[in-house]
Nanobody, 120 residues
């Protein structure tokens, strides 16, 4: 069973930077799509950034030019580099993805979430 684990969240001043990581378990033979979502209290979970296996990226308008999604050299890890952070970016960030397991089945998973808090 594939699992995703996020890390890298924390407290940061407005204008600062953070890098979030999302690591997939070894049973993830391939990754077709990986994405970062976020959810603030009282708000719906929203898509922040998406990266396909073909290298295409999509970003929410609110983070374009500030956030960058990328894959590690091992290709089982995805990162979200967040620059010029604003208080409005405060939320719990979740990674999500799907692909094929080493057993030939399709996997889909969500991480447990990591808190990002930006102070003014």
């Amino acid at each position: 069973q594939v699992q995703l684990v996020e890390s890298g969240g924390g407290l940061v001043q407005a204008g600062g930077s953070l890098r979030l990581s999302c690591a997939a378990s070894a049973s993830a033979f391939s990754i077709s799509d990986m994405a970062w979502h976020r959810q603030a209290p009282g708000k719906q979970r929203e898509l922040v950034a998406e990266l396909t296996s073909g290298g295409s990226t999509n970003y929410a308008d609110s983070v374009k030019g500030r956030f960058t999604i990328s894959r590690g050299n091992a290709r089982n890890t995805v990162y979200l580099q967040m620059n010029s952070l604003k208080p409005e970016d405060t939320a719990v960030y979740y990674c999500n993805g799907y692909g094929q397991t080493i057993y030939g089945s399709v996997w889909s998973a969500w991480g447990q979430g990591t808190q990002v808090t930006v102070s003014s």
